[in-house]
């Protein structure tokens, strides 16, 4: 089975950073697209960043342009979110996922719908 575990979240004042892991098992990691949402209470789920593991350059969010930044860690089927100048807009539960077969054109956070996996979720809170 396919499982993604976020992890890294916590309270931080704004202006801080902090470094969210999303840990995968149970599938092909180095040819999937994946990324990074978040979503708060009442609201739609926001896509924050995407990236195709298996080589392509990440598609980020403008609110998150400049200030995140996407990794990957092949060996440990690792991804990673860096997250710096943090705001309290960035307030939100983030969470990964992942989106099998897809092409390297198709691979974006706008395609909510292919992202087939995803993890529990991680809560982020910033205070100003």
């Known amino acids: 089975q396919v499982h993604l575990v976020e992890s890294g979240g916590g309270s931080v004042q704004a202006g801080g950073s902090l470094r969210l892991s999303c840990e995968t098992s149970?599938?092909?990691?180095?040819?999937?697209?994946m990324a990074w949402f978040r979503q708060v209470p009442g609201k739609e789920r926001e896509g924050v960043v995407s990236?195709?593991?298996?080589?392509?350059?990440?598609k980020y969010a403008d609110s998150a342009k400049g200030r995140f930044t996407i990794s990957q860690d092949n060996a440990k089927k690792t991804l990673y979110l860096d997250m710096d100048s943090l705001k309290a807009d960035d307030t939100a539960v983030y969470y990964c996922?992942?989106?099998?077969?897809?092409?390297?054109?198709?691979?974006?956070?706008?395609?909510?719908?292919?992202?087939?996996?995803w993890g529990q979720g991680t809560q982020v809170t910033v205070s100003s």
């Open positions: 990236i195709y593991t298996g080589g392509g350059v990440p």
């Open positions: 149970g599938y092909d990691f180095d040819f999937y697209c």
């Open positions: 996922a992942a989106g099998p077969r897809q092409p390297v054109r198709s691979c974006s956070y706008e395609r909510q719908f292919i992202f087939k996996y």
